[in-house]
């Protein structure tokens, strides 16, 4: 079992940047595909990154080039890299683990409890 918790959110001007950590327990993390997600008021969670266990990556469109996910195994961190933020991004941003390298929310099965991030226009 994986135990998810993510850290770093909080309120920026649009055009700055931000850094979410997750930490998570157990001695199987490297074993893991790690994602982030986030939802936004009265929308639905959606894909945001994720990391394989080998590193591979992958994003969604609207954050392409402007986010970055990397994984410390050794420290059992993951990280998001947001630079360039929009209002649009504002949402509870979640991190995730699961044993497929997917961006299908439903196919995750541990989840943190998320950390909010507000971009100000």
């Known amino acids: 079992q994986v135990q998810l918790v993510e850290s770093g959110g909080g309120l920026v001007q649009a055009g700055g940047s931000l850094r979410l950590s997750c930490a998570a327990s157990?001695?199987?993390?490297?074993?893991?595909?790690l994602g982030w997600f986030r939802q936004a008021p009265g929308k639905e969670r959606e894909f945001v990154a994720t990391?394989?266990?080998?590193?591979?990556?992958y994003y969604s469109d609207s954050v392409k080039g402007r986010f970055t996910i990397s994984r410390d195994n050794a420290k059992n961190m993951v990280y998001l890299q947001m630079n360039s933020l929009k209002p649009e991004d504002t949402a509870l941003y979640y991190c995730?683990?699961?044993?497929?390298?997917?961006?299908?929310?439903?196919?995750?099965?541990?989840w943190g409890q998320g950390t909010q991030v507000t971009v100000s226009s």
């Open positions: 990391i394989s266990q080998s590193g591979s990556t």
């Open positions: 157990g001695r199987t993390f490297s074993r893991y595909a």
């Open positions: 995730a683990a699961d044993s497929l390298f997917t961006r299908q929310v439903r196919s995750y099965e541990y």
